[in-house]
C-alpha cells in the first residue's frame, strides 16, 4: 500500500514538510492526467501559499510542469535566443517594441506571450488588434518565422505545460495567483518549453503591478532566476516600476500604435512619455549583454539606440506582421486599425501637480469599457482606451486635458459620467510639487 | 458588479480577514447547489484550515450547513429529547448501550449516526452486523419508533445537511479534516436537523482519537458547546480518553457482543472491561441531568446502573432491533451473529506490564482485516476483529494471550503473519508497573 496518495501530500505540505521531487511530479503528472481531481488541485495550491516552497521544491515544480507537455526544439535554428517576460502591468506594450529591436541588435527572440490577466494587459491580444494577426502559428510555422524574420510572438498552446494552463485557471479563481514558487513555476515551465536559451525578466513593481511591495518583488525575481538557472537557463531579472501605465497609451490598438511610433521615432500621441522608450532600451542592452553581442550595458543601449533611430526595427516589426498574416497596410498607416471614433477628454479642475495614480483602477477601467476580459471566453473590443496627456509629476491646470478616452461605441452617457468618476477617483492631483517616479529599480539581477 | 463572488470569499479567508454571516451562507449555499465548484470549495476549507473561523463565523457555518437540508420535526413527540455524539475512537460502542439505557432511564434519544471514519468505527456499521438491522429508515419511521420504543437509530440521509456531505467527502481527500470549526459544522449541523433537544459530546482523546492533545480536545469540546448553545440546543461535553480500545472488543460484530453482554449485566469474553460501562453510566447520568430526569449527578448514575440491572435497557435495546427490522433471535443468542471461525490467539514473549497502545494502528489493523472500509464502496467483513485480555496497565506474562484475534476467513498464512507483527508493533510491554490511564479526562464541559 503505498503513501504517496494526493491527501498524503497534501497533508505534507499543510504541515510545512517538503515535498520529495517524486512527489510533485507524482502530482503535477496527476493533475494534468485528471487523475487527480481539482479539488485536490486547489487544496494543494493554498497549502503551498500559506507554507511556500524550497527552492528545491519550485525546481522540481518547475521541471514537472514543464514535463507536462510538448518542448520546442530550437537548436536547428542559429543565432543566439533570448526572450524577455514581464510580471504584468498597464500600458507595457515593451514586447512589440523589444523583440523586433532585439532581433535588428542581432539576436533571435522566440516569444510566448499570454493574453490580458487580472486588470493587466497581455501581448497576444494587443497584436491581435493588427487585423489578420495570427498568435496561434504551429510550431513549424513558429520555427520558420523565428529563422527567416528572427522573432515570433505566439500563444501558450495546448500543448506546451498543459499543467500551467489547468493550474493557472484554477489559481485565478482560488485565491492562490500571489503565491511565489506557484507564479516561478508558470513563467519558467513555458518559457523552458518554448526553447529560449537566455530569458531578460522584468518584474513589475507598484500599484498597478502584482508585486506592490519591493521586498516581495525582488523576491520573485531572485527566485525566478536562481530557478532558471538551476534549470538551464540563462536568466537575469530587472525590478521596474509600475506605480503609473507605462508610456501613455493603455489599450489594445493604442498600445500597438504608440509602439508603432516608437519603432518609427516618432512622437507617439504627440507626447513625450519617454519610460516606454527608456525601459525598452534597458531591457534590450541587457539582453545583448546576455547573448555576447556586446560586452558593456553602455554598448548595448548605444546599439539599440541606433537600430531603432535607423529603421531596422521597424523593418522587422513590419516582416513579423506579415510573416504571422498581419495586415501590413494597417500598421504602415495605422489610422486603419480598429479604434473606437467616440472620443471625449477628461480634464482637471484644479491647479497642481499629478500625485498618483492608481494604476490598477486604469487596468480595470479599461475592462470595463470592454478592453479586457470579465470571463475568459468575452471578445475585446479593441479600439477602446486610453491616451494619458498628464502622468505622475506633471503639471496641470484647471481646464487642461488629462487623458484622451476612446470609449466604447454604444455605451450610454450615464455609464460614461460613472466611468469618468471612477477615472478622476484613481487620479490625485496636489498643490506640491511631485518628482516623477524612478522607473527602475534594480537594473539586474542575475 | 457585486464584489462576492467565491473568489473574494476565499481570498477574505486566505487573508484572515472575518466572513459575514451572508458570504458564509451564500458560500455554503453555492456548493450544496453546485453552483461554486468543488475547487473552489476545497480552497476555502484550506484557507479555513490555516486560518480559522471566529465563534460568530462557526455558528453562521453551522447554521447554513444545517439550512441546507431537511430538519427533522420532533416536538409531536412527547418526552425530552437528548443525543448523544462521539467524536470517534476504536471500540467505542457506547451508543448501541446507552440510547436504550437513556431510554429505559426516562428520556427519549433520536440518534442520527455516523460509518467508521479513517480508523474509527461507526455506529451504524456497528448495528448493521445484526441481520436485518436496517438504519436507512424514512422521517416517518424514525419518528414513529421513537414514539414507540423511544429510541431509533439512522444513518444520515441526503436530505440531511447536504453541505456537510459534501464537505465531508471533500475534506477527508484534502488533509482538512482536523480543524475545529469544520468539524464543529459537521457535528453540529447533523443533530440540529434530527431535531434533538439536547446533547451530550463525548469528545475522544488520546492516540487513538482525532484529537490526541488535551488542549485541542478542549478547544473543540469548547467550541462545540459555545456553538450549539448560539443554535439553540442545549449541550455538554465530557473529555474521554481513548489511548488504548475501549472495553474489550474491536470490531463490528464483537461489539454488538460486547454491548449485548453489558445490557444484560454479564461478563463480556470472560473479561473485566469496566471501562466501557463506567463511561456509559457517566454519559447517562449527564443526559439525565440535562433533560432533569435526576437532580444531581450522582442520582443519574445510580438510577441508569438499576436500569441495566433490572434488565429494562436490554428490553429497549431488543423493542429497538425488532421495530427497526433486526434478527431479534440474533442477538438473544449472539453465537448467530455474523463471526468469523478462524480465530487466533496472539501471546505474549515476555513478562511485564502493558505501557501502551497504539488505537489508532489497532483501528487500522482492523480495517486491514475487512472490518472498515479503505473506500467508501467497500463492504464490511462484520465478523473480524480483536478481543482484547490485556489493556494498558495489565500484567503480562510469557505465553499469556494479550488478545484473540477473529481474521477474515479467506487469508492467508503470510498475511497472518504480517498482521500479527503489525500487531506487536503496537503494544509495547515494560518491565515497570504501568497504571490503567484515566477514563473521564473532563466531566463535564457546559
Given at each position: 500500500?503505498?503513501?504517496?496518495?494526493?491527501?498524503?501530500?497534501?497533508?505534507?505540505?499543510?504541515?510545512?514538510?517538503?515535498?520529495?521531487?517524486?512527489?510533485?511530479?507524482?502530482?503535477?503528472?496527476?493533475?494534468?492526467?485528471?487523475?487527480?481531481?481539482?479539488?485536490?488541485?486547489?487544496?494543494?495550491?493554498?497549502?503551498?501559499?500559506?507554507?511556500?516552497?524550497?527552492?528545491?521544491?519550485?525546481?522540481?515544480?518547475?521541471?514537472?510542469?514543464?514535463?507536462?507537455?510538448?518542448?520546442?526544439?530550437?537548436?536547428?535554428?542559429?543565432?543566439?535566443k533570448i526572450d524577455k517576460h514581464s510580471?504584468?502591468?498597464?500600458?507595457?506594450k515593451v514586447s512589440l517594441i523589444l523583440a523586433p529591436l532585439a532581433v535588428a541588435c542581432?539576436l533571435k527572440v522566440p516569444m510566448m506571450a499570454?493574453?490580458?490577466?487580472?486588470?493587466?494587459?497581455?501581448t497576444i491580444?494587443k497584436l491581435?488588434?493588427?487585423?489578420?494577426?495570427?498568435t496561434?502559428?504551429?510550431?513549424?510555422?513558429?520555427?520558420?518565422i523565428l529563422?527567416?524574420v528572427g522573432t515570433a510572438i505566439i500563444?501558450?498552446?495546448?500543448?506546451?505545460?498543459?499543467?500551467?494552463?489547468?493550474?493557472?485557471?484554477?489559481?485565478?479563481?482560488?485565491?492562490?495567483?500571489?503565491?511565489?514558487?506557484?507564479?516561478?513555476?508558470?513563467?519558467?515551465?513555458?518559457?523552458?518549453?518554448e526553447?529560449t536559451?537566455?530569458?531578460i525578466?522584468d518584474?513589475?513593481?507598484?500599484?498597478?503591478?502584482?508585486?506592490?511591495?519591493?521586498?516581495?518583488?525582488?523576491?520573485?525575481?531572485?527566485?525566478?532566476?536562481?530557478?532558471?538557472?538551476?534549470?538551464?537557463?540563462?536568466?537575469?531579472?530587472?525590478?521596474?516600476?509600475?506605480?503609473?501605465?507605462?508610456?501613455?497609451?493603455?489599450?489594445?490598438?493604442?498600445?500597438?500604435?504608440?509602439s508603432?511610433?516608437v519603432l518609427?521615432?516618432?512622437?507617439?500621441?504627440?507626447?513625450?512619455?519617454?519610460?516606454?522608450?527608456?525601459?525598452t532600451?534597458?531591457l534590450c542592452?541587457?539582453m545583448?549583454?546576455?547573448?555576447?553581442?556586446?560586452?558593456?550595458?553602455?554598448?548595448?543601449?548605444?546599439?539599440a539606440?541606433?537600430k531603432?533611430?535607423?529603421?531596422?526595427a521597424w523593418?522587422v516589426f513590419r516582416q513579423m506582421v506579415?510573416a504571422q498574416?498581419?495586415?501590413?497596410?494597417?500598421?504602415?498607416?495605422?489610422?486603419?486599425?480598429?479604434?473606437?471614433?467616440?472620443?471625449?477628454?477628461?480634464?482637471?479642475?484644479?491647479?497642481?501637480?499629478?500625485?498618483?495614480?492608481?494604476?490598477?483602477?486604469?487596468?480595470?477601467?479599461?475592462?470595463?469599457?470592454?478592453?479586457?476580459?470579465?470571463?475568459?471566453?468575452?471578445?475585446?473590443?479593441?479600439?477602446?482606451?486610453?491616451?494619458?496627456?498628464?502622468?505622475?509629476?506633471?503639471?496641470?491646470?484647471?481646464?487642461?486635458?488629462?487623458?484622451?478616452?476612446?470609449?466604447?461605441?454604444?455605451?450610454?452617457?450615464?455609464?460614461?459620467?460613472?466611468?469618468?468618476?471612477?477615472?478622476?477617483?484613481?487620479?490625485?492631483?496636489?498643490?506640491?510639487?511631485?518628482?516623477?517616479?524612478?522607473?527602475?529599480?534594480?537594473?539586474?539581477?542575475?
Open positions: 500500500m503505498s503513501n504517496i496518495t494526493p491527501a498524503f501530500v497534501i497533508e505534507k505540505k499543510r504541515n510545512g514538510d517538503v515535498l520529495s521531487d517524486s512527489e510533485i511530479q507524482g502530482f503535477i503528472q496527476g493533475i494534468t492526467s485528471g487523475e487527480i481531481p481539482d479539488y485536490q488541485a486547489t487544496a494543494l495550491l493554498m497549502a503551498i501559499f500559506f507554507k511556500g516552497m524550497t527552492l528545491d521544491e519550485t525546481v522540481s515544480l518547475t521541471r514537472a510542469m514543464l514535463e507536462s507537455g510538448d518542448r520546442f526544439d530550437l537548436s536547428g535554428i542559429p543565432g543566439v510580471t504584468g502591468g498597464v500600458g507595457d542581432g499570454g493574453r490580458g490577466l487580472g486588470h493587466s494587459g497581455g491580444d491581435e488588434a493588427i487585423p489578420g494577426f495570427n496561434a502559428l504551429s510550431p513549424e510555422e513558429f520555427k520558420r529563422k527567416d500563444g501558450q498552446t495546448s500543448k506546451i505545460a498543459p499543467a500551467d494552463k489547468k493550474l493557472y485557471a484554477l489559481r485565478d479563481v482560488t485565491a492562490t495567483v500571489p503565491c511565489v514558487p506557484l507564479i516561478v513555476g508558470s513563467i519558467l515551465s513555458k518559457k523552458l518549453a526553447g536559451e537566455g530569458l525578466l518584474v513589475k513593481v507598484g500599484n498597478g503591478a502584482f508585486m506592490q511591495n519591493l521586498g516581495a518583488a525582488r523576491k520573485l525575481a531572485k527566485t525566478l532566476v536562481q530557478v532558471a538557472k538551476k534549470l538551464g537557463l540563462n536568466c537575469r531579472a530587472a525590478l521596474t516600476q509600475m506605480d503609473q501605465p507605462l508610456g501613455c497609451a493603455v489599450g489594445n490598438t493604442l498600445e500597438v500604435i504608440e508603432i511610433a518609427r521615432n516618432e512622437k507617439p500621441f504627440d507626447s513625450s512619455c519617454i519610460d516606454l522608450k527608456e525601459l532600451i534597458h542592452a541587457q545583448l549583454e546576455m547573448g555576447r553581442i556586446v560586452k558593456k550595458h553602455q554598448d548595448g543601449r548605444k546599439l539606440l541606433a531603432l533611430q535607423d529603421g531596422s523593418e506579415k498574416g498581419g495586415l501590413v497596410s494597417s500598421i504602415d498607416d495605422p489610422s486603419q486599425l480598429p479604434i473606437s471614433k467616440r472620443i471625449v477628454e477628461w480634464k482637471s479642475s484644479k491647479k497642481g501637480y499629478i500625485k498618483s495614480i492608481n494604476t490598477k483602477a486604469i487596468g480595470e477601467l479599461l475592462i470595463e469599457m470592454g478592453g479586457g476580459r470579465k470571463v475568459t471566453s468575452q471578445k475585446i473590443d479593441f479600439g477602446t482606451g486610453f491616451v494619458f496627456k498628464k502622468k505622475v509629476g506633471s503639471s496641470v491646470s484647471p481646464k487642461e486635458t488629462l487623458v484622451i478616452t476612446y470609449l466604447p461605441e454604444n455605451i450610454s452617457d450615464g455609464k460614461v459620467k460613472e466611468l469618468e468618476a471612477q477615472f478622476f477617483r484613481s487620479i490625485v492631483i496636489s498643490a506640491g510639487r511631485h518628482a516623477a517616479p524612478k522607473l527602475i529599480l534594480d537594473a539586474g539581477i542575475k
